[in-house]
């Protein structure tokens, strides 16, 4: 990688985290193999079809490995990885770990208007999906991305691959492969940020391994363990937070969930005795409305993990009432720091604030807009440095820029309240994005795709309170003359190849945007008038 694509941690800060024993050079190929020694017949992956012993799995991986080398795949190019909760999930993403390549981890949500930006910014040489999934056919999205992509030569398919490379075709005997270098990018994660288009999160095999194993102090998981993921397996939260990565690592059991629905996990759990899951407050909201009836057994459950969202204390009291488990709640981002209420901590911590940095060597600024400290338990914006969190985004100079301070610090858009005892407490947010049960919604993209409709003249976009998902995206538009009709907007956005749960689902036709005393637009009196009508 060029220093223009990628911003490493300075020489001093790197020495340091390695003196620290953080970073230990160990790439997530080797951990694989590791694994696959210490726990070689153990169940290492469930999904809907089968199952994988850690053996299996490692072989399977390197199998695919030379598959992926076969088609030209090498060490530095980028994959685009758009699959739902799937054992070939796992095993795709440890192939391309153990060539040094790196899978770029898009949602299967994600439609037209992403998944071109995504290919192209990154520069993917191929693209992974599904044939279909939940009625949506991913060959014809890939086609059309491949004819205006270049740079992508392969749409590589689980499942009825037609035209195109079949991802059970390219398992092929596997050929010795030298281990990447540990400082090397791992895995690109997409930004829920404020632009118009996701930014490209890079995260090293160093930074992020040593995220996965410091989050197995506060999240312990060990060999008779079973982590259940139930969120979209690209997330942050259910990868490494300690995720899939850190039940692999630990010789867990990882137990794919095609949904959340409580038929789905709540079978699951009881069939594989789930010890440890982690979902989004929404999630967090329908669990607690069916456990108490429930018939299945979940008595298994030890940690439920909350976050992507903060959760109100009222329900945080009720999860640990109702399940009989330990709340766990977890505060992070995929840029890197992550927060852990401690399994031991008093009740008032566990559900009344967001929990705090789980690494010593997390450096955390709770400052004014003018990059002051602010007294401790004032909200301020939350700005943080350390051995896992990033120093820029991929291919962003001009951004970095301003995501950045001058001496490293990630100006993550959050504001918060730092508790005399370490822990944060989730105020609110700088960053104008909208949260959408943890999917987190860029309000300039949807008012950049609405701008372009001939009958909008001004558009702002902003978050409506909702008691089921969080926030609910809202639509305040100024028409040029008849206000085009809620329907044809989302049919329009629809054929403008924006994903679902970016599409407003409530629309407000308004003479003129309020402004602020500088001109801007004032989204804090757009909220306003949703909340008093």
Known sequence: MTPSQFTPWPPEFAARYRAAGLWTGTTFGRMLADSAVLHGDRTALVDATGSWTYRRLDADAHRLASGFSGLGIRRGDRVVVQLPNVAEFVIACFALFRIGAIPVMAQPTHREHEISHVCAHSEAVAHIIPDRHFGFDFRELSARIRARCPSLRHTIVHG?????????????????????????????????????VSKLIPRTHDDYAYSVRASLDFCPLGVDDAYLTVLPVAHNFPLSSPGILGALYAGATVV?????????????????????TAVVPPIAMLWLGAAATTEYDLSSLRVLQVGGARLKPAVAVQVQTVFGCR??????????????TRLDDPDEIVTETQGRPMSPMDEVRVVDDDDQPVPTGTPGHLLTRGPYTIRGYFLAPEHNARAFTSDGFYRTGDIVRLLPSGNLVVVD???DVVNRGGEKVASEEVEEQLAAHPGVRDVAIVGEPDDVVGERVCAFIVPHAEPPKPKELKSFLRDRGLAAYKIPERYEFI?????????KVSKKALRQRLTTG
């Open 160 to 196: 009825d691959a037609g035209a195109d490379v079949a991802l059970a075709d390219l398992f092929a005997e596997p050929v010795p492969m030298p281990d990447p270098d540990p400082g090397d990018i791992a895995l690109l994660q997409l930004s829920g940020g404020t632009t118009a």
């Open 429 to 431: 947010r700088a960053k």
């Open 511 to 519: 003479d003129s945007l309020p402004l602020t005393a500088v001109g």
């Open 256 to 276: 794919l969930s095609p949904s959340p629905s409580v038929d789905d996990a709540f079978a699951l759990i009881e069939r594989h005795r789930v010890t440890v």
């Open 327 to 340: 709340l766990q709640q977890v505060f992070g981002m995929a840029e890197g720091l992550v927060n852990y």
